[in-house]
């Protein structure tokens, strides 16, 4: 392919969530679909992040296959965060200014809805959950494998919700979460009915979407799928499927 032919082509991801959306599970799917596991880790590491370790697993669930990412947490206490020590945490490490980022964006808009729901400023929002070490993994994860694999632009399917309630750092809550809900609306994201009568997008996963996805499916040329799973046992999949595919601008797909 010539360097004409290379320009007028743009890699793409396209996220079906059939069954919600977690952090864990984006990972995942982009581990499933060709992020090297070793590349993977390494991108992490330029965080100077303690006290989790990474698994790669190979899971089944109601006859797909795919991949499960644990993050282990290896400490008994974590400090409390706020926006700037993400921040820092961030800005203080070897990622890509872009990955930096896209990254910061994404915490920040979840820091807005949260700062929104608990009437503060975002500079007082305790991050209970995006300050947890799996949830920075999550962020700074998907970012980094978005650029591992060259993708330009992420899609979404519409997001199922389910119901009930959660129990939070802030005492039992409605399903949605109310910072979920608030990041879907907040970009009028479509969402549909789901059975499932617990979480099935966390406000993490929601975060992700809301910032960095267009709901849509693109017309585009597959070129690979891949399956992550979430912890949860339902009675259905618990998981998500990416596609990742060519589009070329301006011209027959």
Request: overall charge negative.
């Amino acid at each position: 392919m010539g360097y004409n032919e290379r320009m007028k082509t743009q890699r793409i991801l396209y996220i079906d969530a059939f069954s919600g959306v977690s952090g864990d599970m984006l990972l995942g799917a982009l581990l499933d679909v060709g992020v090297e596991f070793a590349a993977f880790q390494a991108e992490l590491g330029k965080l100077d992040l303690p006290g989790y370790e990474l698994e790669e697993e190979r899971a089944e669930s109601h006859g797909l296959t795919g991949t499960q990412l644990h993050v282990r947490d290896t400490l008994d206490a974590y400090p409390a965060r706020h926006l700037h020590d993400i921040r820092q945490l961030v800005d203080s490490s070897t990622l890509s200014e872009t990955v930096k980022a896209r990254s910061m964006a994404v915490v920040e808009r979840l820091g807005r809805a949260e700062a929104g729901i608990h009437g503060v400023s975002l500079d007082q929002v305790h991050f209970h959950e995006i300050g947890a070490v799996d949830t920075i993994v999550d962020v700074v994860g998907f970012v980094a494998g978005l650029e591992l694999l060259d993708v330009r632009q992420v899609y979404s399917s519409a997001v199922p919700l389910g119901s009930g309630t959660i129990q939070t750092a802030h005492g039992r809550l409605p399903v949605p979460a109310p910072a979920t809900l608030a990041l879907l609306s907040s970009v009028g994201a479509p969402t549909i009915a789901h059975p499932a009568e617990t979480e099935i997008v966390t406000p993490t996963g929601a975060a992700l979407l809301s910032e960095l996805a267009s709901f849509e499916r693109p017309a585009m040329r597959v070129q690979a799928i891949g399956y992550g799973f979430g912890e949860k046992k339902l009675p259905w999949a618990n998981g998500l499927r990416v596609w990742i595919g060519a589009r070329r601008s301006g011209g027959v797909q």
